[in-house]
Structure formats: C-alpha cells, structure tokens
C-alpha cells in the first residue's frame, strides 16, 4: 500500500488529522489496534473549547454535536460551603462545549468512511521503519495478512502507551513529569446534574467534579487515592461523598450508577515532538490531569498546526512549518500544562498537606470567586487560549 501520510490511532487527534488532511485534497491512512467498538465506547473528558468547537463546524463534522451537545457560558467553583459562577461569556466572549470524547470520534469515524477515509482496525504488530529518510514506511498484520505502506509521513496519535514515541532514537527526547498523589473516581449516574453548568468543588474530604453528557445523565468525579479500587466505593458511599463535597449547595438527586472507573492523574510533556518524518500529536507527546479537560483540545490543537504543515510542504515544498512544528504545539502544550497542574493543585487535597496549604488554597479560590482579574485570567485559559 502506499499514502501521503501514515496515521497511527484513531483517536481525536489522528482521526481529525486525516480529517483536516483530506480537505486539503491529502491521502492517508488510519490504523488502530483497537476494534471500532472500542474506541468509539471509551470514556474520556466531554469538554471542548471555543476555538475546538467552531472548527469541528467549520470543517463539517459538527452537525450531531450542533443538535446534541450543551452550550455553557460559565463553570461554578464550590468550596467553604458556597458556589461562585464565573460568566466566561461575560468575560471573554467565549463558552465552552460539552459533549463526551467518544461522540466526537464516532462523528468523525464516520464521516471519514463517508469520505471513503481508510481506517484499518485491529491491526497488530505495528512499527514505523526509515523515519529518518524521505521514504519512511509502516508494518502491520492485518485480517492475518502482513502489509507495508509506504509513505511521506508518519503521524504517532497513537497516545501514551503508543509505539511512536519509544521509535526516536535513544538520546533524542527530553522527559518531563509529575504524577500526582491521587486518582478520580469518575461515576456515570442516570439521573440529572445538580445544575446546567459544571461545578468543581474544593472540600477538606477530597476535590469533586459535577458535569453531565446530557441533561438526564450526570458524570461525576470523586478524588480518591491514587491506586484506589472502584469496588472500594459502593453506591452508598459514592453518593454520600457527592452530597458531602457538594456542601448543601445544590439539590442533588441520586441515580442508578451505570459505570465507575479510577483515573490515575499525571502531566507528562516529551520534546522535540518530531523527529526526522514521524510528528507526534496529542496524548504520545503530552499528558494532563484531567482537572482543566486539556487533553482532547491539546490533541486538536496539534493536528490543526500539523495538518497545515504538512499541506503547506505539499503545495509550495517548503519545510518551514514542519520545521516549527514541535517549537509552535509546545509553548500552547506547556501553557495547558500549567494551568491543568494549577486547576489541579488549588481543587485537591494532597496527603500530608501542611496547614498552611489548605489556607492558601482557599484564599486562592476567594480571589478567584471575587477578583475579575483572577476570573478573566481563568477564562481565557479554560475556553481555550488564542493560537500565536
Ligand atoms: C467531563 O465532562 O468529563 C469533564 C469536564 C470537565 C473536566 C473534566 C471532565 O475538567
């Protein structure tokens, strides 16, 4: 076989890059471990930003999450037993969009098929050859047959465990990261939120997340120790923790539980995000918390610089954005980082916390609930930060 550009993963990020490439009249082919199935069911944040929105629209693969998804203007901070909302709207002219992970992979599964796309799923043995040559190739075993496909360019968005990342050669990356000493029990309730906008909550027993996938049907986080087993947390318990941390401020109606899974909490950058003719993007280069929902937007962001590379090399032969890749996706990929980490470390208890900490997390969160300036700040970050 042979394509412009080879795709490892059908998640968000490889799935819109072949998206964004077919529009600019570019080949490619998708491959993924995974069965269809699979990665249309998995389970990740369901929050997009302004900018993500509009250009799921724009390039024709928002018209389900148009009808489908819920518009918020704002988020609620809870702690100390009351709840603040800040406008975005108001203050920065943006929203945000909520509508889960999976149901922007389904759209754009099926509209790459609808576009005569080719994802190959299930493949094994996967490996990416000659990265470092004008003629890099892929391996693979698929319907029990070995294939090749030749190549321009190889894309690894094929996430933290890919095989992308560990193909560079010994010596060429930089590792950066923090895990975090805690994990997120995230629960799926049928019953509704306890209001129509997200509320994060800071209290002394453990931060708590209330967001939803629909009106009628609540995702809620719990934090809980890092190497937590689900089946620790009953029903009971689970639900008294959600009444607990949301501190009387809202009427909360309990439902029946539909799934429950533990969530470890890392940031993990790796740099240079490129080398020779293999481009990472999203989750195999960078890892957030999940405390700011960066993940999916960050994956976005890189395929929407990566794609424009690669058709402007295309159309003129120059190298120049590919060039500036890795250097362009790092400085929006660190500012997430650190706003992910900073969401994270004022809304978390840590272990053996000092006094002194847990003081100065709630002056934080009173300055962020009274300071327009501290509010305008979050924001920016949270309904996405302008591209340079
Ligand atoms: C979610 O809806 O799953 C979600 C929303 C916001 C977050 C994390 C997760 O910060």
């Known amino acids: 076989m042979r394509t412009q550009v080879g795709i490892f ?24 471990n995974r069965s269809r199935e699979y990665i249309e069911q998995r389970i990740r944040a369901g929050l997009i930003e302004q900018w993500a929105t509009d250009m799921l629209t724009e390039t024709g693969v928002g018209e389900r999450m148009e009808r489908e998804a819920m518009f918020h203007d704002g988020s609620h901070l809870c702690f100390d037993g009351s709840t603040h909302q800040v406008n975005f709207r108001e203050l ?67 996430g933290f465990h890919g095989i992308c990342r560990p193909t560079f050669p010994e010596g060429a990356l930089t590792f950066y990261d923090r895990e975090y000493p805690f994990g997120w029990l995230g629960i799926l309730s049928e019953s509704p939120p306890p ?3 997200l509320i994060y909550a800071y ?27 689900a089946n620790n947390w009953s029903d009971n318990r689970i639900w008294e923790q ?33 080398s020779g003719r293999l481009f990472l993007a999203g989750d195999s280069a960078h890892i957030v918390p999940p405390t700011g929902a ?44 650190r706003f992910s980490w900073w969401m994270t470390q004022i809304f978390h208890v840590f272990p053996n916390e000092v006094s002194f900490d847990r003081r100065r997390q ?27």
């Not at 059908?10 to 490619?28: D, K, N, Q, V």
């Open 9 to 32: 993963g059908a998640g968000p990020a490889g799935l819109m890059l072949s998206h964004l490439l077919h529009l600019a009249g570019i080949e490619s082919i998708v491959i993924e």
């Open 92 to 158: 920065v002219g943006k929203g945000i969009t909520v509508y889960g992970q999976q149901e922007v992979v389904k759209d754009l599964v099926d509209r790459r098929l609808a576009d005569g796309g080719q994802i190959l799923f299930e493949v094994d043995n996967t490996a990416a050859h000659d990265c470092h040559t004008d003629k890099p190739f892929i391996t693979l075993t698929h319907d029990g047959k070995d294939q090749r496909i030749d190549c321009d360019f190889i894309a690894g968005c094929d």
């Open 195 to 197: 209001d129509d906008e």
């Open 203 to 229: 209290h002394p027993t453990g931060f708590a997340l209330y967001t939803m996938r629909t009106p009628t049907l609540a995702r809620l986080y719990l934090q809980v120790d890092y190497d937590e087993d």
């Open 242 to 274: 959600l009444h607990v941390r949301l501190g009387g401020t809202r009427k909360l109606q309990e439902g029946k539980i539909l799934q429950k899974g533990v969530t470890a909490m890392r940031s993990f950058v790796c740099e240079p995000m490129r």
């Open 294 to 337: 960066k993940g999916m937007n960050l994956a976005l962001a890189d395929v929407k610089m990566l794609s424009r590379a690669i058709a402007d090399f295309y159309r003129s032969r120059r190298t120049d954005l590919l060039d500036s890749y890795s250097d362009t996706c790092l400085k929006r990929v660190w500012k997430a980082q």
């Open 362 to 388: 709630l002056a934080e969160l009173d300055y962020l609930a009274h300071s327009t300036a501290a509010q305008t700040s979050l924001a920016e970050q949270y309904t996405g930060l302008p591209f340079d």
